[in-house]
């Protein structure tokens, strides 16, 4: 069984950091592409970011360049965010996602659709 785990959520004030981490069960995740996504109360899921298998390429929402950061350790079998400079907007559930890179191990994107498989979520809450 296929299983993403997500952590590292919870309530920080406007302008302070996490790191969510995405860990994988039962299998590798060096054989996969990774997204993370969003969704508000009330709203509908949001990009944020993927790297690809590779680690080669990064991309990042409008709303995120520059305060998300996305890297792997494939040693650990882990994809981490690291979310910096969070404002009350940046509140949601947070998923990973993973989608198969073998044969294109330099691809990753934002696109929820290409995503085969999907952790529960952290839940992230900014307010003061």
């Known amino acids: 069984q296929l299983q993403l785990v997500e952590s590292g959520g919870g309530l920080v004030q406007p302008g302070g950091s996490l790191r969510l981490s995405c860990a994988a069960s039962?299998?590798?995740?060096?054989?996969?592409?990774i997204g993370w996504f969003r969704q508000a109360p009330g709203k509908e899921r949001e990009r944020v970011s993927c790297i690809s298998r590779s680690g080669a390429t990064t991309l990042y929402a409008t709303s995120v360049k520059g305060r998300f950061t996305i890297s792997r350790d494939n040693a650990k079998n882990t994809v981490y965010l690291r979310v910096n400079g969070l404002t009350p907007e940046d509140t949601a559930i947070y998923y990973c996602?993973?989608?198969?890179?073998?044969?294109?191990?330099?691809?990753?994107?934002?696109?929820?659709?290409?995503?085969?498989?999907w952790g529960q979520g952290t839940q992230v809450a900014v307010s003061s």
């Open positions: 039962g299998f590798s995740l060096n054989d996969y592409a």
């Open positions: 996602a993973a989608f198969n890179g073998l044969l294109r191990p330099n691809v990753c994107v934002l696109s929820s659709s290409e995503y085969n498989y």
